[in-house]
């Protein structure tokens, strides 16, 4: 009998490291993804400004054009702080959730 639960106990430690495991994996996954979708995000960010500088070298009959560049401006960095900030609550939500401090978490686990 003692054989038995020690079995199961052994089970149960390693399929808790197994979903631990994915769990890490993915995360890193999302995280590597997000923080590859800011990279290109900024060099994009970049380019428009390149544009910008451009544009302004020459002002006459190209306000379309710098009112576009300065949208576009406007969105990415708007863009890249809406990524940088929900990377940011993720990893603030799994911490609370590897610390046991996430009562969504535990709720969910008991349903």
């Known amino acids: 009998m003692s054989t ?15 979903k631990t495991w994915l769990a890490e994996v993915k995360w890193l996954t999302r995280s590597l993804a997000g923080r590859f979708e800011i990279g290109r995000l900024e060099k994009e960010l970049d380019r428009e400004y390149g544009i910008l500088g451009r544009i302004a070298e020459a002002p ?29 609550n993720d990893r603030e939500a799994r911490m609370r959730r590897v610390r046991g401090q996430d009562p969504a978490q535990s709720q969910g686990e008991e349903q």
């Open 4 to 18: 038995q639960s020690r079995d199961e106990t052994v089970m149960d430690v390693v399929v808790l490291g197994l």
């Open 60 to 88: 006459r009959g190209r306000m379309e054009e710098k009112e576009l560049c300065l949208k576009q401006i406007a969105f990415l960095r708007e863009e890249i702080a809406h990524l940088k900030e929900e990377l940011a």
